[in-house]
């Protein structure tokens, strides 16, 4: 573990609400992931107890939430075409005799399948006793799990989420006649944010009286809220005597372990909704001595401006200016 031996900027604000832990060989990697969850992995308890299979499936991917639906609609079709065949085809009126084991099977998973989903073409009908009330439970079955998968396909359209897109590295540039630490970020949606707000937590591992601690700092910005969030906006900490960067080198960021955590929330005028989300950036993600590029300008005819999203992270190497 790489650990700051300098001296730290004791006017430097502390942040103790940060709700992680001083201690840094409790923690293993970074606070928070890129995508903003937090980079835990919760024991202790059965696996089934700590999960929130309805956060799961809001949270998952698009094509593995599809992934799932199919592979549970073909297993559940499986497993009742065999209950099924256990009880015996003979009691499917119009399965026949003819054809392979397989072949029937397959009839019998048809069957399944049109139960399950209550489209009951009438080609093949269930009868006795058994058989029938296999039908009538497969058939809730069906009911119940449709309901479910249409709450969760409207739980992941309908909810409000910030569709930001962050900058991948974080750069140390020149910032009028200092320097500052900045990231970028922009909406990459066809939304509307108003009254966004950003902060910037440091966490770092330091040596104080000859133990190991991680401290935190509040990174004051030069803007902490803006009115409307459109285009592209460049979170700046300007590093200067209050800050906990100030006196740091490039080395300093290349030995020593520490992380920026960066809390983003607006206010979706169309959902009518506060919308946040989290990132962060370790030292390794700094680039020292760089600034932004642009990332917008006017069309042609000069009557709408062009927002780049894919020169989010470009950057130039730029001299920073002498304390």
Do not use: C
């Not at 604000?13 to 890129?34: A, C, E, L, Q, V």
């Not at 026949?96 to 048809?110: H, L």
């Not at 906990?244 to 490039?250: E, L, S």
Request: a neutral charge.
């Amino acid at each position: 573990m790489n650990v700051f031996k300098g001296i730290i900027n004791t006017k430097a604000k502390t942040d103790s609400n940060t709700g992680f832990s001083t201690n840094p060989s409790t923690y293993g990697g970074r606070f928070i992931n890129k995508d903003g969850t937090a980079n835990i992995e919760k024991q202790g308890i059965p696996f089934l107890s700590r999960i929130s299979w309805y956060h799961m499936m809001l949270n998952m991917p698009a094509w593995k939430f599809i992934a799932v639906l199919f592979t549970f609609y073909a297993g559940i079709n499986f497993i009742f075409a065999a209950l099924y065949y256990l009880i015996g085809l003979e009691y499917l009126d119009g399965v026949g005799n003819n054809g392979s084991e397989w072949v029937k099977f397959g009839k019998a998973y048809f069957f399944s399948a049109q139960t399950f989903t209550t489209v009951g073409y009438g080609h093949i009908s269930p009868n006795g006793f058994f058989t029938s009330a296999l039908a009538a439970t497969e058939a809730l079955t069906g009911l119940l799990s449709f309901a479910i998968a249409t709450g969760l396909f409207y739980g992941r359209f309908s909810r409000p989420k910030a569709f930001l897109k962050f900058s991948k590295n974080g750069v140390v540039a020149p910032y009028k006649d200092i320097n500052a630490f900045m990231i970028r970020l922009a909406p990459y949606k066809n939304t509307n944010l108003i009254d966004a707000e950003a902060r910037m937590t440091l966490g770092m591992s330091i040596h104080e009286n000859g133990h190991m601690v991680t401290k935190f700092y509040t990174l004051n910005l030069e803007l902490q809220k803006i009115n409307s969030l459109t285009l592209s906006w460049t979170l700046v900490h300007p590093i200067t005597e209050d800050s906990p960067f100030y006196g740091f080198t490039k080395e300093d960021f290349e030995n020593t372990e520490g992380e920026i955590i960066v809390y983003i929330k607006a206010f979706d005028d169309l959902f009518s909704s506060t919308v946040a989300t989290t990132t962060s950036y370790l030292f390794d993600e700094i680039e020292y001595g760089a600034k932004f590029e642009i990332m917008y300008n006017e069309n042609e005819d000069n009557t709408t401006t062009i927002l780049h999203l894919d020169k989010i992270n470009a950057h130039k190497t730029a001299e920073l200016n002498k304390y």
